[in-house]
T-cell receptor, first 111, second 115 residues
């Protein structure tokens, strides 16, 4: 079982729709959760961080964390073509004490 | 306020040569991390350093790879006797402090191509 799992996609949504990106993790002791956006050939850019159960909203982005289910998600409202990128879920593991990345989900927003 | 600076952006080496990748952390940051990203794969942790100390090198291959973060100057990731399998994007990140609550900010990366 991978430590951090994401559906590789591509996830295709029409412009203006809600994009829902999901991530599961295996280390129940994980404490911090991050979403990074990575455009092709570029560096990862932090979108959201979340540390406690529930929702955290920042503009068009909402991160959701459910530690009991070991699940974290990212919702992007009013998706724009400029949101088209790979979204990386990263989890700071309790056992490993380091940041573990999923392989990323490719999001394509169709104009 | 400069971000994490990496150079060179692109590096081409022939098999058997040495590659040196440099990383200057964000101003005020003293924690540096190196990651490797292969095509179609996620970022893989390699090593975590503080000034003059290697904190965790569990992700780094035992041979040919080394890293340092001296008291003065940038952090260096050194790959000796490169092989084709070393071709990848190498990213450096920095944080203000260590531990789970601290956000890591990434540099633009160095893309290493081994001929």
């Amino acid at each position: 079982q991978k430590e951090v799992e994401q559906n590789s996609g591509p996830l295709s949504v029409p412009e203006g729709a809600i994009a829902s990106l999901n991530c599961t993790y295996s280390d129940r002791g994980s404490q911090s959760f991050f979403w990074y956006r990575q455009y092709s050939g570029k560096s990862p850019e932090l979108i959201m961080s979340i540390y406690s159960n529930g929702d955290k909203e920042d503009g068009r982005f909402t991160a959701q964390l459910n530690k009991a289910s070991q699940y974290v998600s990212l919702l992007i409202r009013d998706s724009q073509p400029s949101d088209s990128a790979t979204y990386l879920c990263a989890v700071y593991g309790g056992a490993t004490n380091k940041l573990i990345f999923g392989t990323g989900t490719l999001l394509a927003v169709q104009p | 306020n400069a971000g994490v600076m990496q150079n060179p952006r692109h590096l081409v080496r022939r098999r058997g040569q040495e590659a040196r990748l440099r990383c200057s952390p964000m101003k005020g940051h003293s924690h540096v991390y190196w990651y490797r990203q292969l095509p179609e794969e996620g970022l893989k942790f390699m090593v975590y350093l503080q000034k003059e100390n290697i904190i965790d090198e569990s992700g780094m291959p035992k041979e040919r790879f080394s890293a340092e973060f001296p008291k003065e100057g940038p952090s260096i990731l050194r790959i000796q006797q490169v092989v084709r399998g070393d071709s990848a994007a190498y990213f450096c990140a920095s944080s203000l402090a260590g531990g789970p609550g601290n956000i890591q900010y990434f540099g633009a990366g160095t893309r290493l191509s081994v001929l």
